[in-house]
């Protein structure tokens, strides 16, 4: 689905990531840390598409980024669901509106996936918040209403940057295990993280791997966790 093989990215000054090969299998779950700055959030850009590895080969679904067009992209998107690390909603429209907005982009807001949209709000616990502006919302709601925009589209691939930022420890709990929900439906999951006993306790839920970034590279962490 996702293969990096021998890539390395850089914004022009030095190199920030390098030698990095991956490769996600379908079904996995996979953390991925580091310290701030590491380049986590780089990571995934260059893992759905939106930045182009500056040497190296990334291939998404067996096509190479160097290669697709505006609408391998916009499959793309489908395909791989991402929660942003700063959420990015539209602060005038409704959450519903919000979480549906990749649906309404592609044409497909049909009745069937209108009665979806509710489940999935009341899936994350917000079919009470359906209506509430996105400034009105406290911290983990937003990462909830991030999460059900991420899985919108049904798409085989999530990737969260960061998911439990900003959320009390009772909370990361619960979208951790949203995230494991969604593997168990058969999502590869990748999360971003700086948070150690998140990852600690995902280990009570799920066989995940642990990636990390250190010192440009991406290694696999030891048992030390
Ligand atoms: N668009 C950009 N242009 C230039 N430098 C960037 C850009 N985005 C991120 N960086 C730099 O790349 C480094 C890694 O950033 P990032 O991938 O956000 O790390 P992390 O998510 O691990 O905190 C940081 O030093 C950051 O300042
Ligand atoms: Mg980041």
Known sequence: MI?????????????LLSEISLKLAPGSFHFLTGPSGAGKTTFLK??????????????LFGQDVREMDRDDHALTRRRIGVVHQDCQFLNHLPVADNVALPLTVSGRDTLDQVANLKELLSWVGLGHRAGALPPELSGGERQRA???RAVIMSPEVVLADEPTGNVDWEMSQRLLQLLVELNR????????TH???LIRAAKHHVQARVLRISNRKLQLAGADL
């Not at 293969?3 to 914004?11: F, K, M, R, S």
């Not at 260059?46 to 291939?59: E, N, Q």
């Open 195 to 197: 948070d150690m006993n």
């Open 3 to 15: 293969e990096l093989d021998n890539i390395a990215y850089t914004y022009g000054g030095g190199e």
């Open 146 to 148: 991030a999460l059900a």
């Open 185 to 192: 439906m058969g999502k590869t999951i990748l999360i971003a």
């Open 46 to 59: 260059l893992c759905y598409g939106v930045l182009t590895p500056t040497a190296g080969r990334a291939m």
